[in-house]
C-alpha cells in the first residue's frame, strides 16, 4: 500500500511540473488596415521551445522581422519561459488577407498556430497611421517625438545682468 501512495505521489508531483500551460499562438494588432500601412504580427511561445517556421506570408511585404525576444522567470518556484517572433508587415493588396498558421517543431509534437484574416481597405488619402505596441509587450523602444525633453534644443545664449558692485565711502 505505501508503495502504490508513493508511485501515484511521484506522479503527481512529475504532472504538474510538466503540466505548466503551454501555448503557441498568433497574435495580430488589428484584424483591419489601411492600404500603404502595416500590422504588426507577434507569434508568442510560452512554456515551449523548439524549431519554429514562419509562414510564407504570400500576400504580404515583410517589413521587419523577424525580431526575436525571450524571457524567463522564476517566482515561488513557479517558472515561466516567453519567447516572441515578431513581424512588421504590410499588405501587397487590398482585400482579405490571410496569414498562414506558423510552426513550431520539438521532440514531443508539432504546434500549429491559427490562421488569421485581416481586412485591408483602400486608402485614397494615403494616411499613414503608426501601429501602437501593446502594453503586454516585453520590451519596448519608441523615438522621441519633436515634443519630447530628451530631444536636444538649440541653447540660447545666457545673458548674464552685471552686478552693480556697491562702494561704501571711508
Given at each position: 500500500?505505501?508503495?502504490?501512495?508513493?508511485?501515484?505521489?511521484l506522479?503527481?508531483?512529475?504532472?504538474?511540473?510538466?503540466?505548466?500551460?503551454?501555448?503557441?499562438?498568433?497574435?495580430?494588432?488589428?484584424?483591419?488596415?489601411?492600404?500603404?500601412?502595416?500590422?504588426?504580427?507577434?507569434?508568442?511561445?510560452?512554456?515551449?521551445?523548439?524549431?519554429?517556421?514562419?509562414?510564407?506570408?504570400?500576400?504580404?511585404?515583410?517589413?521587419?522581422?523577424?525580431?526575436?525576444s525571450?524571457?524567463?522567470?522564476?517566482?515561488?518556484?513557479?517558472?515561466?519561459?516567453?519567447?516572441?517572433?515578431?513581424?512588421?508587415?504590410?499588405?501587397?493588396?487590398?482585400?482579405?488577407?490571410?496569414?498562414?498558421p506558423?510552426?513550431l517543431?520539438?521532440?514531443?509534437?508539432?504546434?500549429?498556430?491559427?490562421?488569421?484574416?485581416?481586412?485591408?481597405?483602400?486608402?485614397?488619402?494615403?494616411?499613414?497611421?503608426?501601429?501602437?505596441?501593446?502594453?503586454?509587450?516585453?520590451?519596448?523602444?519608441?523615438?522621441?517625438?519633436?515634443?519630447?525633453?530628451?530631444?536636444?534644443?538649440?541653447?540660447?545664449?545666457?545673458?548674464?545682468?552685471?552686478?552693480?558692485?556697491?562702494?561704501?565711502?571711508?
Amino acid at each position: 500500500m505505501k508503495n502504490i501512495l508513493f508511485f501515484l505521489g511521484l506522479v503527481l508531483s512529475i504532472n504538474l511540473g510538466i503540466g505548466q500551460n503551454k501555448s503557441f499562438e498568433l497574435n495580430i494588432q488589428s484584424d483591419t488596415v489601411l492600404m500603404g500601412n502595416y500590422i504588426i504580427a507577434k507569434f508568442s511561445l510560452i512554456n515551449t521551445d523548439g524549431d519554429f517556421e514562419a509562414p510564407e506570408f504570400k500576400d504580404w511585404d515583410i517589413v521587419s522581422g523577424p525580431n526575436t525576444s525571450s524571457m524567463f522567470s522564476m517566482v515561488n518556484g513557479n517558472t515561466t519561459k516567453q519567447s516572441s517572433y515578431t513581424y512588421y508587415l504590410k499588405p501587397k493588396k487590398e482585400g482579405e488577407l490571410l496569414i498562414e498558421p506558423a510552426y513550431l517543431f520539438n521532440d514531443i509534437d508539432t504546434l500549429e498556430t491559427v490562421p488569421q484574416t485581416v481586412l485591408v481597405l483602400p486608402n485614397p488619402d494615403g494616411k499613414i497611421i503608426e501601429p501602437v505596441q501593446q502594453p503586454n509587450d516585453m520590451f519596448h523602444f519608441s523615438f522621441p517625438d519633436e515634443k519630447s525633453d530628451f530631444l536636444p534644443r538649440e541653447r540660447k545664449p545666457n545673458k548674464k545682468k552685471k552686478k552693480k558692485l556697491k562702494t561704501r565711502k571711508l
